[in-house]
């Protein structure tokens, strides 16, 4: 269905607005840490802009995400982190959309399937993971009965970690 772009200005506005607001905010916090950090904003033509992001993410040491609204954000939106996760292979610090936390970094889920993208993250974060009080290793691994390919199960790559930590 075809929708004309002025219907879209209010929509585009509001969401223009919520990105000063943080980036205000990132630029604040950043500014006062003694980081490198940077702030990017695109513009997306589709409504997931998980690939966007993903690209973005090629680049960075560390990704920081803020987890969607399940009651409140779209479809779109809900899908970012998930993909995200699954195909940037870097480090990603997941934010939950509401609580308020004291700390955040010292308890780090790794999730592991065996693949090259999940063995990148799991070893570009080495530092973090080194740095943290708690590291707790989640694995899921698709076994085709027929195939030969072996598959690095979690229990290896903890054996592993537990030897450079």
Same mark, same amino acid.
């Given at each position: 269905?075809?929708?004309?772009?002025?219907?879209?200005?209010?929509?585009?506005?509001?969401?223009? $607005?919520?990105?000063?607001?943080?980036?205000?905010?990132? $630029?604040?916090? &950043?500014?006062?840490? %003694?980081?490198?950090?940077?702030?990017?904003?695109? $513009?997306?033509?589709? @409504?997931?802009?998980?690939?966007?992001?993903?690209?973005?993410?090629?680049?960075?040491? !560390?990704?920081?995400?803020?987890?969607?609204?399940?009651?409140?954000?779209?479809?779109?939106?809900?899908?970012?982190?998930?993909?995200? !996760?699954?195909?940037? %292979?870097?480090?990603?610090?997941?934010?939950?959309?509401? =609580? &308020?936390?004291? $700390?955040? =970094?010292?308890?780090?889920?790794? %999730?592991?399937? %065996?693949?090259?993208?999940?063995?990148?993250?799991?070893?570009?974060?080495? @530092?973090?993971?080194?740095?943290?009080?708690?590291?707790?290793?989640?694995?899921?691994?698709?076994?085709?009965?027929?195939?030969?390919?072996?598959?690095?199960? =979690?229990?290896?790559?903890?054996? &592993?970690?537990?030897?450079?930590?």
């Amino acid at each position: 269905m075809y929708i004309p772009g002025e219907a879209l200005l209010p929509h585009k506005q509001y969401h223009l $607005e919520q990105a000063l607001k943080i980036r205000a905010l990132f $630029e604040k916090v &950043t500014a006062g840490e %003694g980081i490198s950090a940077e702030w990017r904003q695109e $513009e997306s033509e589709l @409504p997931n802009i998980s690939q966007n992001v993903i690209k973005s993410a090629h680049a960075a040491d !560390l990704v920081i995400l803020g987890q969607a609204n399940e009651d409140k954000d779209d479809a779109n939106i809900r899908e970012v982190a998930g993909d995200v !996760l699954m195909e940037c %292979g870097r480090p990603v610090l997941l934010v939950p959309y509401s =609580g &308020t936390f004291a $700390e955040i =970094g010292y308890h780090i889920l790794v %999730g592991w399937n %065996g693949s090259w993208e999940s063995a990148r993250a799991v070893f570009d974060a080495l @530092p973090f993971l080194k740095s943290v009080n708690q590291v707790h290793l989640h694995w899921a691994a698709l076994v085709q009965p027929d195939s030969e390919e072996k598959i690095i199960l =979690g229990a290896d790559l903890a054996a &592993t970690l537990a030897d450079m930590m």
